[in-house]
């Protein structure tokens, strides 16, 4: 950058509002705070509500003592029959509910934020293709839970390094080039994962696989969770560490740089922790679309476009809105609803009126 565009762009950082990074005062962090623990709460509260939902209802007294029994290693003085209910049926669920809800959400928050672009999503580098993917391979080999699960990790992160590849060699960096590249590997995969439903058997295989990339939480266990829960936290604790320089590089490129941001280093550490979440996630939930996409906008109405605030606000309403839809998949009907069925058609017009209310942000 030459001398005239580093000052031209020293300027417009000067026009553009800066993030506060010193030490905030008592009141700003009570008020910024406020918002995230009365969210919080409302998310236990629905939490503690949906592990009472189901087939055998149980009230929200009961699941609270049976929740508090089993921290404290008491007796709850209910049925056993209840304790397992709650303990190994329900909280499992609600658990990984929240932990993929909120994993999709941050990262939905992060790449809008990255590519400043309000389209983007956990899926749009490929890696949700890519899970599918390796969930269908290990599918076809007749692999166990875990294996699928291992499998479609291993898929997403090799999406999503296969579309980074690529960007590094034809786009020295570029972001646009990078969202191409990450278009190009995801209809790869998908096509790969297509002939592989094509040679499933249609009795056993190829069901499996379909009902895997429609989505269900209905199969997660603890196990699952213990597999899932560190790569998800640890990519959700890099994304909070890394939020100030993010919201920077909201900006722009030159205004980062100007500020001593190092934005390579900084965008390749941000799409792997956004990856790293994406891939457990979607290991133990298979495909949910619309929750990275449309839960930011949501919480950009809530808390304003600053990144600092929309990434947690982004991750507490995920955890939400996925408990909201999965009580609704396993209670609208005698049958359980696939889950990714259930966020699409409730994602696509809700998507559209936020678009319509917040179009003036973004243009």
């Known amino acids: 950058m030459d001398h005239s565009n580093a000052l031209d762009a020293r300027l417009r950082l000067d026009a553009m509002p800066v993030p506060h990074i010193g030490r905030p005062s008592f009141v700003s962090v009570r008020q910024r705070l406020a918002p995230l623990v009365l969210l919080g709460l409302c998310v236990l509260a629905l939490a503690v509500f949906s592990m009472g939902l189901g087939h055998y209802p149980l009230s929200s007294r009961t699941v609270l003592k049976v929740l508090w029994a089993a921290l404290s290693g008491t007796d709850s003085g209910q049925p056993l029959m209840v304790d397992n209910v709650v303990l190994s049926v329900r909280l499992p669920r609600v658990l990984a509910a929240m932990l993929v809800g909120a994993s999709l959400a941050a990262a939905g928050a992060a790449y809008q934020t990255l ?45 999503v390094g296969a579309a980074m590849f690529i960007a590094g060699r034809l786009g020295q960096g570029s972001a646009l080039v990078l969202v191409l590249a990450g278009m190009v590997v995801s209809a790869l995969f998908m096509a790969f994962t297509s002939a592989l439903k094509y040679v499933a058997d249609p009795l056993d295989t190829l069901p499996a696989i379909v009902f895997w990339l429609m989505g269900s939480l209905g199969r997660v266990t603890t196990t699952d969770l213990a597999w899932a829960a560190p790569f998800a936290l640890a990519g959700m604790a890099s994304l909070f560490l890394l939020r100030w320089p993010t919201q920077v590089l909201e900006a722009g490129d030159d205004e ?61 309403m995920g955890a939400g809105y996925l408990l909201l839809v999965d009580d609704l998949c396993r209670s609208a009907f005698a049958s359980e609803l696939p889950l990714g069925i259930v966020t699409a058609v409730l994602g696509a017009p809700v998507f559209v009126a936020v678009l319509m209310r917040a179009r003036r942000q973004w243009s």
């Open 115 to 159: 590519f400043r672009n309000p389209l983007a999503s956990p899926a749009i580098l490929g890696v949700s293709a890519g899970a599918g993917f390796g969930a269908a391979l290990a599918m076809l080999l007749h692999a166990g839970a875990l294996m699928v699960q291992g499998s479609a990790f291993a898929g997403g992160v090799l999406a």
């Open 256 to 316: 980062a740089r100007t500020m001593g941001i190092p934005v390579r280093a900084l965008r390749a550490l941000l799409i792997l922790a956004a990856t790293l979440m994406t891939a457990a996630a979607v290991s133990i939930s298979g495909t949910v679309g619309w929750v990275g996409l449309l839960v930011p906008h949501l919480a950009r109405l809530l808390v304003g476009p600053a990144y600092a605030v929309l990434l947690p606000t982004s991750a507490l």
